[in-house]
């Protein structure tokens, strides 16, 4: 069965501060795909990154980067220089062929001015 | 573009009373849209998984008989929530995905928050 562990509940920086989200999934298909979502305070999911799991190049937009790893089946996210805008909610999900969205618990990130 | 839409935003409803909640795609065709709760400060649960022209595919431990799906066209989905409880109370999030897959895109909505009385 698939499942996502977002170990860090909450995170508290101080902005211009780095930050790393942490994820870890477990999946039995060789075929699958990570995503990232930010969920601001209305609510609405606003998707960041998908990868799919042939393809381990590290990405970078911006400020945010993620780096993949099959070998430790992480996926983790980064943001450079926060800032007070990045405080949301953020989700790493992972879809295997049937499409369906499994979801960590979230990473409730604050960032402090 | 692969904008949806959810109506209502925000719900109040009387406790034993049924609501409905529409799910709409507004610039793609999906074939496939998905039904998500999410309690305060918890993760999205998939509810049902919902194809156009047949019936939805519910996980585990959700109530098909409360949780009335339909998808009724490759644009609209809608959820009924029957004879709800306080306990139903949530945040209701649909997502859709378009008719020519590609690259397992799946377009959220702006959620709906259901409040029970």
């Known amino acids: 069965a698939q499942k996502v562990t977002q170990a860090q509940t909450e995170i508290s920086v101080v902005e211009k501060e780095d930050v790393t989200l942490d994820c870890v999934y477990e999946?039995?298909?060789?075929?699958?795909?990570l995503f990232w979502y930010k969920q601001p305070p209305s609510g609405e999911l606003v998707f960041l990154i998908r990868?799919?799991?042939?393809?381990?190049q590290n990405e970078i937009s911006g400020r945010y980067s993620w780096n993949f790893q099959k070998s430790t089946s992480s996926f983790n996210f980064t943001i450079t220089a926060s800032q007070v805008v990045d405080s949301a909610v953020y989700f790493c999900?992972?879809?295997?062929?049937?499409?369906?969205?499994?979801f960590g618990q979230g990473t409730r990130l604050t960032i402090n001015p | 573009g692969a904008v949806v839409s959810q109506h209502p935003s925000r719900v109040i409803c009387k406790s034993g009373t049924s609501v409905k909640i529409e799910c709409r795609s507004l610039?793609?065709?999906?074939?496939?849209m998905f039904w998500y709760r999410q309690f305060p400060k918890q993760s999205l649960m998939l509810m049902a998984t919902?194809?156009?022209?047949?019936?939805?595919?519910?996980e585990q431990g959700v109530e098909k008989d409360k949780f009335l799906i339909n998808h009724a066209s490759l644009t609209l989905s809608t959820l009924t929530v029957t004879s709800a409880h306080p306990e139903d109370s949530s945040f209701y999030i649909c997502?859709?995905?378009?008719?020519?897959?590609?690259?397992?895109?799946?377009?959220f909505g702006p959620g709906t928050r259901l409040t029970v009385t």
């Open positions: 997502s859709a995905s378009p008719a020519r897959r590609r690259l397992r895109e799946q377009y």
């Open positions: 999946t039995r298909d060789t075929t699958y795909y």
């Open positions: 990868r799919n799991s042939f393809d381990e």
């Open positions: 999900a992972l879809s295997e062929g049937a499409q369906k969205l499994v």
């Open positions: 610039d793609f065709q999906a074939t496939t």
């Open positions: 919902s194809n156009e022209g047949s019936k939805a595919t519910y």
